[in-house]
């Protein structure tokens, strides 16, 4: 193994660390035996229970750091990781302290989104390889700073859209492509979850178990509330413009990618039109109770609608998930595609659901099914560690899909309205207020820099 070098600065940026400057001299390459060393950086449920999953279905694969800027989570997080794994990690509440870490090789970014972005980029500017939870950015432009970040510093990139690795996404693709469902004609996709209305908590002190301006880093700056964080769950920054895209973003983006994907992956939409309002419980959140998105790709539309107001319908069950030879009722499934050929109708479904293909006649003509690909997209994460070949969620393709997620977001926004999208550019070209949130803010000390 050829040992990383290392620049660490004393240069000022997120966490004390530049975006401006390149801190790797060397590039790293790992072995097929040797050991890769991970540290997650966010120990909500999500990262923690992927990074413990990672080190048990890979070989040589462990876990050095954990980090959180919630003191309750890192040291629950540290705990469980010693249990599960027989050995305790160190735990720090900066992530400054992973990057400046040579033992690490990847990191494991699972925080809110608005910091998926920043931290994915400084990992790829000190030599660190990346698997970064979805949805990818809170806005166009940083995703696609990410995107040249990759490329720049050679790292490896993967996105946590697991349905990039699931075999039946695969052979979705491939029936697609041998054209038996004739010319695609209209796709929709739905995200129909449950829910309830949101009221915000009043603003309260800043709790001792919480680094609280360092979970806004780069969000601007503004009072705690407890109804955006919580000291052991999730909390609901998701309903919140700043910290995350609301539904569209935390349940659409796998629909919505999972479709690019089996379509072979077409290029931006020539437009955008949105509308989402609070309509059905009257909700104070910023992010919409419910959204209907309609994409126009030119020779096809893709359709997304969903939200919170739907207690009817229902995520694929465990023992779906868990069966590969099981379906989904797609009626009530509340994640479904349904993809509309000239010759036939795709279910598809993305919590292993699978797919199946209505003829005439109501006849199924076809189908495929698997379990749920997160063994999948961590096994190659690891491989594509050791043979830096590019990730099956990789960086580009899933910032175009994290691109359909903003600008469905930004076209409600602006009031509702149809957005015409340069691909070219990533630039809207009939307002200049979606421009402005294409781009982003940034708070003072986290700015990402044009130049990365
Ligand atoms: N791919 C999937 O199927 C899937 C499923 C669930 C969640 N997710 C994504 O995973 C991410 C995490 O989800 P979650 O449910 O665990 O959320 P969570 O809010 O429970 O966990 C996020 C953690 O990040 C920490 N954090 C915030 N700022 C930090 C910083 N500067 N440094 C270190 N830690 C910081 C928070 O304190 C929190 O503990 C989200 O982006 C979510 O959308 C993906």
């Given at each position: 193994m050829k040992r990383r070098e290392f620049l660490t600065t004393g240069a000022t940026g997120i966490a004390g660390m530049s975006l401006a400057s390149p801190m790797i001299l060397g590039d790293s390459i790992v072995g097929a035996n040797d050991k890769i060393v991970l540290a997650l950086i966010g120990c909500g449920g999500r990262g923690l229970s992927c990074i413990v999953n990672c080190c048990k279905i890979n070989k040589n694969v462990v876990i050095k750091t954990v980090c959180d800027v919630n003191r309750t989570k890192l040291s629950n997080a540290a705990k469980t990781v010693e249990r599960q794994l027989g050995k305790k990690p160190t735990t720090t509440e900066d992530m400054k302290t992973i990057f400046n870490d040579k033992d690490v090789t990847a990191v494991w970014i699972a925080t809110p989104e608005h910091w998926h972005v920043p931290a994915s980029i400084l990992a790829c500017q000190t030599g660190k390889d990346v698997y970064v939870e979805?949805?990818?950015?809170?806005n166009i432009w940083e995703s696609?700073?990410?995107?040249?970040?990759?490329?720049?510093?050679?790292?490896?990139?993967?996105?946590?859209?697991?349905?990039?690795?699931?075999?039946?996404?695969?052979?979705?693709?491939?029936?697609?492509?041998?054209g038996?469902?004739?010319k695609i004609v209209t796709v929709k996709t739905y995200f129909m979850l449950g829910g309830g209305k949101f009221t915000e908590a009043p603003e309260q002190p800043i709790p001792a178990w919480l680094d609280w301006d360092k979970w806004l880093g780069?969000?601007?700056?503004?009072?705690?509330?407890?109804?955006?964080?919580?000291?052991?769950?999730?909390?609901?920054?998701?309903?919140?413009w700043d910290y995350s895209g609301g539904l569209l973003d935390d349940e659409a983006s796998h629909t919505i990618d999972l479709t690019r994907m089996v379509l072979g992956d077409p290029p931006h939409p020539k437009s955008v039109y949105a509308w989402g309002g609070n309509y059905a419980y009257g909700s104070k959140s910023e992010t919409p109770e419910f959204q209907s998105v309609v994409y126009?790709?030119?020779?096809?539309?893709?359709?997304?609608?969903?939200?919170?107001?739907?207690?009817?319908?229902?995520?694929?069950?465990?023992?779906?998930?868990?069966?590969?030879?099981?379906?989904?009722?797609?009626?009530?499934?509340?994640?479904?595609?349904?993809?509309?050929?000239?010759?036939?109708?795709?279910?598809?479904?993305?919590?292993?659901?699978?797919?199946?293909?209505?003829?005439?006649?109501?006849?199924?003509?076809?189908?495929?099914?698997?379990?749920?690909?997160?063994?999948?997209?961590?096994k190659n994460f690891i491989e594509c560690i050791r043979s830096r070949k590019q990730p099956n969620g990789g960086i580009e393709q899933c910032h175009q899909s994290s691109t359909l997620i903003n600008m469905g977001n930004i076209a409600?926004?602006?009031?509702?309205?149809?957005?015409?999208?340069?691909?070219?550019?990533?630039?809207?070209?009939?307002?200049?207020?979606?421009?402005?949130?294409?781009?982003?803010?940034?708070?003072?000390?986290y700015e990402i820099p044009n130049e990365i």
């Open positions: 979805k949805n990818l950015s809170v696609r700073k990410l995107v040249e970040a990759a490329a720049k510093y050679k790292r490896i990139v993967q996105v946590g859209l697991q349905n990039r690795s699931a075999p039946q996404g695969f052979s979705a693709r491939e029936y697609l492509k041998s038996k469902l004739g780069p969000a601007p700056y503004r009072p705690f509330s407890p109804s955006i964080v919580s000291e052991h769950g999730r909390g609901d920054w998701q309903y919140y126009d790709f030119g020779n096809f539309t893709l359709t997304a609608d969903g939200g919170r107001a739907f207690k009817y319908m229902y995520k694929a069950p465990q023992s779906i998930r868990n069966d590969a030879t099981k379906f989904p009722n797609w009626r009530n499934y509340s994640a479904r595609v349904e993809i509309y050929g000239t010759e036939g109708l795709m279910y598809l479904g993305r919590h292993g659901g699978g797919w199946q293909v209505l003829g005439k006649d109501d006849k199924i003509v076809a189908e495929d099914s698997a379990v749920f690909p997160d063994n999948e997209h961590q409600c926004r602006v009031g509702n309205k149809q957005l015409l999208f340069d691909g070219q550019t990533e630039k809207f070209t009939n307002d200049d207020q979606a421009n402005i949130l294409a781009k982003g803010t940034y708070r003072k000390g």
